[in-house]
C-alpha cells in the first residue's frame, strides 16, 4: 500500500522571507487560494506576531481556505502562540507551529542555555499552544546538526506533551542526504512514542541538497515535506515543491504518493516568480524555460524518434507549454528538417543537406536560429532552385 506524504507548502512563511519577496494580504490570499487549488495539505500562512500585516493576511487566509491546513508560525514564547492562536481562529483546520534552536550553536550562542532548559521550553510551548488546537506542529531548528541522542529526547518530549508533527529542520542545509535520512531513520528507531505523531522534512538548500535530504528522509519514515514553490525561502532557498513531488511520482517503487495535482506546476511557478519578482532560472527542473527543450544534434535526433530517449516527464504532466527543438550551431540536420516542417516547408533530404551548410553559417554567428533566420533560408533555397 502506497503511503502518502504530506506537502506542507511555506511559500508564504520560509519564501516570503526572501529579501524583496513580501507579499501584501491581497497578494497572500490569491497564491494560498491556489496553494489550496493545488493540493497541498498544509499551508503556512504567515508569523502572524511578525507584523501587523502578517497576522491580518493570516487570519484572512484562515476565513477563506477550507480544505487545506492553515498553519502559523511562532517562537517558543507564550505570546507568540496567543496571537497565533488569535490569527488561526477562523481556520477549519488550524496548526500552531512553534519551536526552538536545538543544536549546541543555538543552545549556547543564542539562548545562552543548557539542553535541559531548552527541553523544557520546548515542551511548555507545546502545552500553550495545545490549549488552543489539537493540531500543533513541533520544530526543532537546527536540527540537521543537532545531537541526535539529545534530539530523540527532544522529539519524545515534544510527542508526549502533545506535538503531532515534529519538524527536523536541516536549517543551514549543511547535511548530506545519506546522514539526514540516517537522522530520521535514528529517530523512527529511538524515539518510543514516534508512532503517535508525523515526522517533517523542513531542508534549505545551501548545499544544494534540499530535495536530495527531503526525499531520503521521507525514505526513512518522514511523512511530511516542507517545500516551496520554484525552492524559494531563506539564502538558498528551501526544498523545492515541484522537485520533491515529481520525485515521489516518477519513482513509484519508493511506496509514496502526494496529493499534488502536477499539471498546476508551471503555471504557479510562474504566477509565483512573477507576484514574488524572482525570475525561475532557465535550467530549474521541472519549471525551468529549458526544462523541456532540446537542442543537440545528438539529443534532437533521439527524441524526435522517440521522446522518452531524453525526457523522463512530459511537458503536460506538469503543465509546461511542451517540448521545444531549439536551433543552434549544435543542431541536427532532422532537428533543423522538423523547424522547416513545423512552418510549412517538407524538403527533401537533398534540400536538407544543402540548407544545413547555410543554417551552420548563420548559427555560428548568434545564439539561436529562429524562425525568420528559417523562412529567409528557405526563400533563398527555393529562390536558387527555381532560377537553376
Ligand atoms: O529553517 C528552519 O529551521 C525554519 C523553522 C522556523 C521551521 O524555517
Ligand atoms: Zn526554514
Redesign the pocket.
Known amino acids: 500500500m502506497e503511503q502518502k506524504v504530506h506537502i506542507f507548502d511555506t511559500t508564504l512563511r520560509?519564501g516570503e522571507q526572501v529579501p524583496g519577496c513580501k507579499l501584501n494580504t491581497k497578494e497572500k490570499l490569491t497564491l494560498a487560494l491556489k496553494l489550496e487549488e493545488l493540493g497541498v495539505d498544509i499551508i503556512e500562512a504567515g508569523f502572524p506576531i511578525s507584523s501587523p500585516g502578517d497576522f491580518e493576511s493570516v487570519s484572512q487566509i484562515s476565513r477563506i481556505i477550507k480544505n487545506a491546513t492553515v498553519c502559523g508560525?511562532t517562537r517558543a514564547v507564550q505570546k507568540d502562540i496567543e496571537v497565533a492562536a488569535e490569527a488561526l481562529k477562523y481556520a477549519v483546520r488550524p496548526r500552531i507551529?512553534t519551536?526552538i534552536g536545538t543544536s549546541d550553536f543555538h543552545i549556547k550562542a543564542k539562548f545562552n542555555a543548557t539542553q535541559d532548559e531548552i527541553l523544557a521550553r520546548a515542551i511548555q510551548a507545546v502545552k500553550w499552544a495545545r490549549n488552543f488546537t489539537d493540531d500543533v506542529e513541533f520544530?526543532a531548528?537546527?536540527a540537521g546538526r543537532t545531537d541526535d541522542q539529545y534530539l530523540a529526547r527532544v522529539v519524545e518530549a515534544v510527542i508526549k506533551a502533545g506535538a503531532t508533527v515534529v519538524?527536523i529542520?536541516d536549517?543551514t542545509g549543511y547535511c548530506l542526504p545519506h546522514q539526514y535520512g540516517a537522522k530520521i531513520a535514528y529517530l523512527m528507531n529511538n524515539v518510543p512514542n514516534v508512532d503517535k505523531a508525523i515526522l517533517a522534512c523542513?531542508c534549505?538548500n545551501d548545499l544544494g541538497l534540499a530535495t536530495a535530504n527531503s526525499i531520503s528522509g521521507a525514505i526513512n519514515g518522514a511523512r511530511q515535506i516542507e517545500c516551496t514553490i520554484n525552492g524559494l525561502g531563506?539564502r538558498a532557498g528551501n526544498t523545492s515543491l515541484e522537485e520533491v513531488v515529481m520525485v515521489i511520482q516518477q519513482h513509484k517503487h519508493l511506496g509514496l504518493f502526494t496529493n499534488i495535482k502536477t499539471q498546476m506546476l508551471n503555471p504557479l511557478s510562474r504566477e509565483v516568480s512573477e507576484t514574488m519578482r524572482v525570475p525561475v532560472q532557465p535550467n530549474k527542473a521541472i519549471v525551468g524555460a529549458n526544462a523541456f527543450s532540446h537542442s543537440s544534434g545528438i539529443h534532437q535526433d533521439g527524441f524526435l524518434k522517440n521522446a522518452q530517449t531524453y525526457e523522463i516527464i512530459s511537458p503536460d504532466q506538469v503543465g509546461a507549454d511542451g517540448s521545444k527543438i531549439v536551433l543552434t550551431a549544435r543542431s541536427g540536420r532532422s532537428a533543423l528538417a522538423y523547424r522547416f516542417q513545423k512552418i510549412g516547408y517538407d524538403f527533401n533530404r537533398d534540400d536538407i543537406d544543402a540548407l544545413y551548410q547555410q543554417f551552420l553559417i548563420v548559427a555560428d554567428g548568434q545564439k539561436e536560429v529562429l524562425e525568420p533566420d528559417l523562412i529567409e533560408m528557405a526563400k533563398v533555397h527555393l529562390s536558387a532552385n527555381v532560377t537553376a
Open positions: 520560509d508560525l507551529h519551536g520544530f531548528e537546527d519538524n529542520p536549517t523542513h534549505h531563506e
